[in-house]
């Protein structure tokens, strides 16, 4: 750097003076939001109930709440507001009642916001944005913990029809304010890789296109440049784990169209990363979130690179699994086809999910694939290597419920594999079942992922 540059740059701190100094990196804001966040329960238990609780505290503290509209069950959907600037900013999360993670990160980004109203940080937000935020838009999902609304339609594939009074109300919000930038947030499946890389894609990026050729405007452009800003405020902590969402137009959905009226949408989608608990995914959307808001009013966002989004890696899914068997042994105790298929050494990929019920969260897991799975990563990954493996229902093939039994190879001469009550007559050395596990530690496990 030449020393004229060396000499304009520390002037320019000099004068800029304490601001400068007291901005906050994204480390500071990923420290802050552990001292200062309200949420403390994970996102995905998260109701409308306990959005209310959540909301009056926010009204107490002054920041300005509405009820905005109704759900189909007629549930109170609200609206948050801050600041007095002229950059207009709206956020929506939980279209999809089952996305969770960014209804507690605008929770904890209002609170910090008007806390720390007395920081240069804030106050220059304060003054450059106005921000609303419709937290959980789909509280008849949310309740149920379902993607859908209660007419049991994808209210992000109802931007067209707008039959879902949840769609009616957003568009309603958009089209009375006209913001200028939008941000749609939502979970995608923790399953997500980070395209050719086997990485787990804990956050990913949508420059929302406007057109099925995805041509850039200044719109776009600036929502690259957001993006950009993003990577750079999440690289402390998931540097590699950041995907960029398929960019096709899809001419229902929220996001694509409120692009094409007039305000270009950023997307978020929350993913997983191994080993990350539900709050740590809100902490890296708060920073996300904060850095955002700090660039729009610093300029910061405005310099960005929108190269860095353009060189995102786009999402890969069907690489991850929850869980890999390796070296399994299989045996398949019934005829298939009419014919007995020999034991025969193969990977067992399975997927578990969540499943929904009254007293409390349930997984429910399926083989999905079987043969040689060496090109695919488990978020868990078992060594069967000396066992023979036998599913409960009698042939292993994907689509079925995943409930294996091991056995020791040694043991096999003496199990008679036809017995219709095997797993009593012969006790399995391991079972798992669903995401759960007996006799876990008889196999070899390889709990790291193939990269990290
Ligand atoms: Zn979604």
Request: hydrophobic share 40%; glycine share 8%.
């Amino acid at each position: 750097m030449p020393v004229k540059t060396v000499i304009a740059c520390l002037l320019l701190l000099i004068c800029s003076g304490i601001s400068v100094a007291q901005a906050p990196t994204s480390q500071t804001l990923y420290a802050e939001w552990l001292q200062q966040r309200i949420t403390h329960t994970d996102p995905s238990r998260v109701r409308h109930v306990d959005l209310k609780k959540y909301l009056d505290r926010l009204r107490a503290e002054g920041v300005t709440v509405h009820e905005v509209g109704r759900s189909v069950a007629d549930r109170e959907i609200y609206q948050m507001e801050f600041g007095t600037g002229p950059l207009k900013v709206f956020m929506w999360s939980q279209m999809h009642g089952d996305e969770p993670t960014a209804t507690s990160a605008l929770i904890d980004l209002f609170h910090y916001l008007q806390q720390n109203r007395r920081t240069s940080t804030v106050s220059s937000i304060e003054r450059s944005i106005t921000l609303r935020a419709v937290p959980m838009l789909n509280p008849d999902g949310a309740e149920l913990f379902q993607r859908r609304n209660l007419q049991f339609i994808d209210i992000n594939r109802d931007a067209r029809a707008l039959v879902t009074p949840e769609g009616q109300l957003l568009k309603k919000l958009r089209d009375e304010w006209s913001p200028d930038i939008g941000f749609n947030l939502h979970n995608q499946n923790p399953r997500t890789a980070v395209g050719g890389t086997g990485r787990q894609a804990a956050i990913s990026l949508l420059a929302v296109p406007f057109d099925e050729s995805g041509s850039d405007s200044p719109g776009r452009i600036r929502s690259k440049k957001i993006c950009a800003r993003i990577v750079e405020a999440l690289a402390p902590f998931i540097s590699g784990h950041i995907g960029r969402y398929d960019d096709t137009f899809n001419p229902r959905a929220f996001g694509d169209l409120i692009t094409r009226w007039g305000t270009p949408v950023v997307l978020i989608e929350t993913g997983a990363l191994r080993g990350r608990s539900e709050m740590d995914l809100v902490q890296l959307n708060f920073v996300a979130l904060t850095s955002v808001l700090k660039g729009l009013a610093d300029g910061s966002v405005e310099r960005a690179d929108p190269r860095v989004y353009d060189g995102l890696r786009f999402n890969e899914s069907g690489t991850i699994f929850s869980l890999i068997i390796r070296n399994a042994l299989v045996i398949n105790r019934l005829e298939t086809g009419q014919a007995r298929v020999s034991p025969f050494t193969s990977d067992i990929a399975i997927n578990e999910d969540a499943a929904w019920s009254e007293s409390k969260s349930q997984r429910r897991a399926s083989v999905q694939d079987v043969g040689d799975l060496s090109v695919f990563y488990g978020l868990e990954e078992a060594d069967a290597r000396g066992y023979y493996v036998t599913c409960r229902q009698g042939v292993l093939r994907p689509g079925t419920e995943a409930a294996l039994l091991f056995y020791k190879k040694e043991r096999a001469v003496k199990i008679d594999w036809g017995a219709a009550d095997l797993e009593a007559r012969f006790p399995p050395d391991a079972v798992y079942r669903n995401g759960e596990w007996s006799g876990r530690e008889n196999l070899k496990s390889s709990t790291v992922m193939g990269k990290e």
